[in-house]
């Protein structure tokens, strides 16, 4: 596609349920990236890719956050045993490389919006 | 460690008025990259502009403008004769050579007719 697509776009989910959220990155981009958006606390980086390999995963919350990248295109971020405190905005990036370089945009998704109850 | 303060929560004008976002962060690397962004309701970060620590041309972009100054450690936007259309939230960021970008908490911008 033309943009970061991510998806669902909202999702509710009672505390203590799994979650997968999934973002397709722009095609060809070989760096792709997740943050959090938390009302008040702003952008918070958890984790990312350079094509399959995530080599630096300390940004994630807890033990209970994962995520993994396929065929260097498609990543889920999966979030088990839901907290309220998971509740959030989780938005999706993806640029060229990975370094911001020149010429290395980083483009965002839309975000899904998770809410636990 | 990399910080970005934005101290301008939130920023209300009226339409046509001139309005800049303040934007001051901290590195100690001497090769770093800033960016603005603008998240509208519909939450999407549009990127708006990328700047390189050897870079301190300012920049202007038709109504939007840049104003880089490593002196003071500054990164400021500044958007003329704004419009209803440019309230949203705004961010800066900060990068080093890595990976990850470092945001501040963002300017929120009304802009009322």
């Known amino acids: 596609g033309a943009g970061v697509s991510q998806s669902p776009s909202n999702k509710v989910t009672e505390k203590g349920k799994d979650v997968e959220l999934r973002c397709d990155p722009i095609?060809?981009?070989?760096?792709l990236y997740w943050y959090r958006q938390s009302l008040g606390q702003g952008l918070e980086f958890l984790i990312y890719?350079?094509?399959?390999?995530?080599?630096?995963k300390s940004g994630l919350p807890s033990d209970r956050f994962s995520a993994e990248r396929t065929g260097g295109s498609v990543s889920t971020l999966t979030i088990q045993r839901t907290q309220q405190e998971d509740s959030a905005v989780y938005l999706c990036?993806?640029?060229?490389?990975?370094?911001?370089?020149?010429?290395?945009?980083?483009?965002f998704g839309e975000g899904s919006w998770l809410t636990v109850v | 460690a990399q910080k970005v303060t934005q101290a301008q929560t939130e920023i209300s004008v009226v339409e046509k008025e001139d309005v800049t976002l303040d934007c001051v962060y901290e590195?100690?690397?001497?090769?770093?990259?800033l960016f603005w962004y603008k998240q509208p309701p519909s939450g999407e970060l549009v990127f708006l502009i990328r700047?390189?620590?050897?870079?301190?041309q300012n920049e202007i972009s038709g109504r939007y403008s840049w104003n880089f100054q490593k002196s003071t450690s500054s990164f400021n936007f500044t958007i003329t004769a704004s419009q209803v259309v440019d309230s949203a939230v705004y961010f800066c960021?900060?990068?080093?050579?890595?990976?990850?970008?470092?945001f501040g908490k963002g300017t929120s911008l009304l802009v009322t007719p």
């Open positions: 700047r390189n620590s050897f870079d301190e």
């Open positions: 590195t100690r690397d001497t090769t770093y990259y």
């Open positions: 960021a900060l990068a080093d050579s890595g990976y990850a970008l470092n």
């Open positions: 890719f350079q094509g399959n390999s995530a080599p630096d």
């Open positions: 990036a993806s640029s060229l490389e990975m370094t911001a370089g020149p010429g290395n945009t980083i483009y």
């Open positions: 095609s060809g981009h070989t760096a």
